[in-house]
């Protein structure tokens, strides 16, 4: 082997296990302290490392990875509970929401959430008021932002209302879109693929699945 190829193998590998190790630092600093931006967790944990190569920045998908091993290896007995909790409320709030035809997005579906992590749902109204308005009748205290989504068919991008609140100790992401979006959902910014979205019946059949599966595994 000419010495040039053995380099090239080399650095290629180097900057492989330097992945690995950024993913692995990213997923601790997601679980471990809140971090819930993909970006962020990834730029950081460089940094904690002592890595500037950009090629050895893993993406989102490697990270939801690494985090999903994380978490069965340090938290197994507390992540399930956190992920149950946070499955229960966001059925529970859908139904309250189903004048919007909320569905449920994110982690909590997933199947990472954890105690940092808030119930996400999308809401369908084409008054982008009307879910505010609907929280605040229900005597709920509301914050309120703005989100940028991106859309397939090029760099399409679109700002819309969140609402976010608390219940029973839990947080609730809201974004609020206009009805045509029910045909199609918004970019996941884990793999740049139309997001899952979950009606509070499917949430409840996976529900239903972790009891069986609980079941068998106590049998």
């Not at 490392?49 to 990270?63: F, H, K, M, S, Y």
């Not at 679109?158 to 045509?180: K, N, Q, R």
Request: proline share 5%; charged share 30%; glycine share 6%.
């Amino acid at each position: 082997m000419a010495r040039g190829e053995h380099h090239r193998i080399h650095a290629q590998d180097r900057t492989q296990r330097n992945r690995v190790l950024v993913a692995q630092e990213a997923a601790r600093l997601m679980s471990e302290h809140g971090i819930r931006d993909f970006h962020h967790a990834k730029v950081k944990a460089a940094e904690r490392l002592g890595i500037v190569d950009t090629q050895a920045l893993p993406r989102n998908n490697e990270i939801e990875d690494a985090l999903r091993e994380h978490q069965r290896l340090f938290h197994a007995d507390t992540q399930p509970q956190a992920l149950r909790a946070r499955r229960e409320a966001a059925v529970e709030a859908m139904r309250f929401l189903r004048g919007f035809d909320a569905r449920l997005v994110g982690a909590v579906l997933e199947g990472t959430a954890d105690e940092h992590s808030a119930v996400c749902l999308h809401v369908f109204s084409d008054d982008p008021d009307a879910p505010g308005l609907f929280l605040r009748e229900q005597g709920i205290p509301l914050e309120t932002q703005t989100r940028r989504l991106r859309w397939s068919g090029g760099t399409t991008q679109s700002e819309h209302p969140v609402l976010l609140f608390g219940a029973d100790g839990i947080p609730f992401d809201l974004t609020v879109l206009p009805m045509d979006a029910l045909r199609q959902a918004p970019l996941d910014r884990v793999d740049e693929r139309p997001m899952r979205r979950a009606t509070a019946a499917m949430v409840q059949e996976l529900l239903a699945e972790e009891d069986i599966a609980a079941f068998h595994a106590s049998s």
